[in-house]
């Protein structure tokens, strides 16, 4: 039963490859895709070279020259570097911490015996799944008692570490699986503890994972709004991009030129990193689905 079965699904990949509708259609909806997502950002680094009068003349030419003052004034004028500073901050402690946390919780729950393993995953699954939006309010009042509210960048760290814990830990542990057990069970034998054995064997077999959980949750934490706006409601000292980006719009009474100048500065760095780091990326992501 299991030959027949086995035998139809390859009937099948073999009738959607060699069908060549099939292809063109899902290229199509890939290329379409591809413009839905891509167009803004090329729109706004049109607009971003022009001039305020070129910009209300028409907003779907070209500039008649290209207006690169629109960065230097986004920069300075603006704020962005002081913003992209703080963003830069708070990324990286939060991406780090993230990372350490997530990484050994994931060895834990997979190569160490702890009792309840399966309740513990259960929750981090529950914890995914739970709407940002239901836990901002008891979040803001609980960090409101204990004072962290008043720390520069600590109650955006923190938050972002909380929520991107569970995620990062259950999609590591499925790359932990991937680890063969011979090679940690040889390291034991040889005397090698079980936090060595993480460090020097298990994460340079998992560049691939490393990369893609630390992608993922950059892109989250690069671009939150809701809780990075609320937890500097009452101060306006280590604003990340995102919130710098709405005071900015105030702040130039709607330069749309200047402000999609910042918005590219903001978008800039995702891209690069995504393309400097794509190979891993797309590796982890395809070794995830990999079991055993």
Not at 62 to 84: C, M, Q, S, V, W
Not at 251 to 277: D, G, H, K, R
Request: net charge positive.
């Amino acid at each position: 039963m299991k030959s027949m079965s086995t035998d139809r699904t390859a009937v099948r990949r073999r009738k959607w490859n060699s069908d060549d509708r099939i292809r063109f259609g899902i290229r199509l909806v890939l290329i379409l895709a591809a413009v839905i997502y891509i167009y803004p950002v090329i729109f706004a680094g049109i607009t971003s070279l022009k001039t305020l009068p070129e910009f209300y003349s028409d907003i779907w030419a070209l500039p008649e020259k290209f207006l690169y003052r629109n960065y230097i004034d986004a920069f300075y004028t603006g704020k962005i570097g002081e913003y992209f500073f703080n963003s830069v901050l708070i990324a990286v402690l939060s991406i780090g911490l993230i990372q350490l946390v997530s990484t050994m919780a994931a060895y834990a729950l997979t190569r160490l015996k702890i009792p309840g393993t399966n309740l513990i995953l259960l929750l981090f699954f529950a914890l995914q799944i739970l709407p940002t939006e239901t836990i901002i309010i008891p979040l803001y009042v609980e960090m409101t008692k204990l004072g962290f509210m008043k720390l520069q960048y600590v109650p955006m760290i923190l938050a972002y570490v909380g929520w991107s814990i569970p995620g990062s830990t259950i999609i590591l542990k499925n790359f932990f699986h991937t680890v063969p057990a011979e090679l940690l069970e040889a390291a034991r034998i040889d005397g090698c503890g079980e936090i060595r054995s993480l460090f020097k064997i298990t994460l340079p077999l998992m560049k691939s994972a490393i990369c893609t959980v630390a992608t993922m949750n950059l892109n989250f934490v690069w671009g939150e709004l809701m809780w990075a706006q609320i937890s500097t409601l009452l101060t306006d000292k280590g604003l990340p991009l995102t919130v710098g980006l709405l005071n900015f719009k105030g702040q130039i009474s709607t330069n749309w030129p200047q402000l999609c100048a910042a918005i590219i500065i903001v978008v800039l760095p995702l891209y690069t990193l995504f393309l400097f780091s794509q190979k891993y990326f797309i590796a982890g992501l395809t070794a995830g689905g990999v079991k055993g």
